[in-house]
């Protein structure tokens, strides 16, 4: 994504114009623009005309709406992002308060205008992650069993699934394996096919194979292995030097299943996370890893849940020396505007005031999709606590049968 624009006073409010290049950008946008937004761009927009005779004409025509933000719908699969509101300045063809929904696409630049402090630190964040240079990370998976393949494509901020292959294949029988041989080989020669054509393995890879996109293959049982067997004899029979160059990048892992939630399992595999450890979905499974492991100890340094966690960073426990402040970026894209500034107030004090580590996990991948799971906010404490789950009455309510005992003491 690149900055055409950008002008951001001190309180927060400014727009910025930007420009997205890749398909990855719209997941940009979409984490940018949140409901109240003023979003400026350029549309088709169908228009009648009636002639003095009083017959009609309908043309399309090309201009630009500016519009207040109510809804997103963003298709992953696709890379799209449609954006509905109201129409917020009129033009020739539409009057103020009219419904219309913006397609952004690549190629095409628009403007995002932020009110009231809307360019806050989460959205500067997620601004300069959107418009850093370096290339971003990125891995493919193909997750598979006899007759099944998941074709994914794990970006710095999602999973996607590409295509999903199947294929019937007749079981093995006593004294006669050659049907389920050969409808094995028709499987993995369509999984290849399919596999070359999103993972762009008919160009030569770069000179060294560490600089290439590492390749994932994970099945139960031999399925994988016998897949890359497969690819290595393709190779080397066609005498494919493109392919060829790319098996270095060919990794093979274990799985429960050639399902596509069994992604959460390969990237915990010591041997995959020591190949992807740069990556930002490594990190984040990492993350989320030790906190459940914390939680599994039942030490009161691990909690999670709004109240529990606001509470933990109130008191100060996640702060320097180990405190990890980890939350879902579904959260800043609440509909009302309260809801959000309340979770960046909470970031902006672990980052700034106590000192701690703030890790923003992306709900489009599965560590994110986990943390949703436990009410999309959670933290790593630096001591623990033990009455972070005691609601208000209850505390006070301990606090007045401690001080009635004291004094009964007395």
């Keep these: 994504m690149r900055i055409l624009k950008k002008i951001i006073d001190r309180d927060g409010t400014g727009s910025v114009k930007l420009l997205p290049e890749e398909p990855e950008d719209m997941w940009h946008a979409y984490n940018l623009i949140r409901p109240g937004d003023q979003l400026l ?23 630009t709406f500016l519009i207040s933000v109510q809804r997103l719908d963003f298709d992953s699969h696709a890379g799209e ?15 103020v308060g009219a419904h219309h929904t913006l397609d952004l696409t690549l190629s095409r630049p628009f403007t995002l205008s932020k009110a009231d402090g809307g360019w806050d630190s989460v959205a500067l964040e997620a601004l300069r992650e959107a418009s850093d240079p370096a290339a971003r ?13 998941n074709i994914c494509l794990l970006t ?3 999973t996607i699934l590409r295509q999903r292959v199947e294929a019937p294949i007749p079981r093995k029988r006593s004294g006669r394996t050659a049907d389920h041989d050969k409808g094995l080989e028709k499987f993995f020669a369509l ?23 590492p390749v994932l293959l994970a099945s139960p049982g031999f399925t994988a292995a016998s897949f890359l067997g497969h690819i290595k004899s393709v190779a080397s029979t066609t005498s494919d030097r493109a392919l060829q160059s790319h098996l270095p990048q060919f990794l093979t892992v274990h799985s429960s299943s050639g399902h596509v939630h069994a992604l959460n ?4 595999s010591p041997q995959i996370q020591a190949r992807l450890s740069s990556t930002r979905f490594a990190r984040e499974t990492r993350a989320l890893d030790a906190f459940l492991a914390l939680l599994r100890k039942d030490d009161a340094r ?5 109240r529990e966690v606001e509470r933990a960073v109130a008191r100060g426990a996640v702060g320097r020396g180990g405190g990890v402040l980890l939350i879902s970026n579904a959260l800043f894209r609440a509909p009302d505007v309260a809801v959000r500034r309340r979770w960046v107030r909470l970031v902006d004090r672990v980052r700034e005031v106590e000192g701690g580590e703030v890790r923003v996990l992306s709900e489009a991948h ?45």
């Excluded at 761009?41 to 201009?63: C, F, N, P, Y």
């Excluded at 691990?302 to 709004?306: E, F, I, K, S």
């Design 41 to 63: 761009a350029s549309a088709l927009r169908r228009v009648t005309t009636e002639s003095s005779t009083g017959s009609t004409s309908s043309t399309r025509i090309h201009t």
């Design 81 to 95: 992002l449609h954006i509905a509101g109201t129409i917020a300045a009129e033009n020739p063809y539409t009057k």
């Design 137 to 149: 990370a990125e891995v493919v998976a193909v997750v598979m069993q006899e007759g099944l393949a």
């Design 156 to 158: 710095e901020h999602q």
């Design 191 to 213: 999984v290849l096919s399919t596999l070359r054509r999103h993972a762009d393995l008919s160009t030569p890879a770069t000179a060294t194979p560490s600089s290439s996109k």
């Design 265 to 268: 399992e390969i990237l915990q």
């Design 302 to 306: 691990a909690w999670y849940g709004p």
């Design 366 to 410: 599965e560590s994110g999709r986990r943390l949703d799971g436990l009410g999309g906010v959670a933290a790593v404490l630096t001591f623990p606590l033990d009455d972070l789950d005691v609601s208000s009455d209850d505390a006070e309510g301990a606090e007045a049968e401690a001080e009635g005992e004291g004094e009964a003491e007395r």
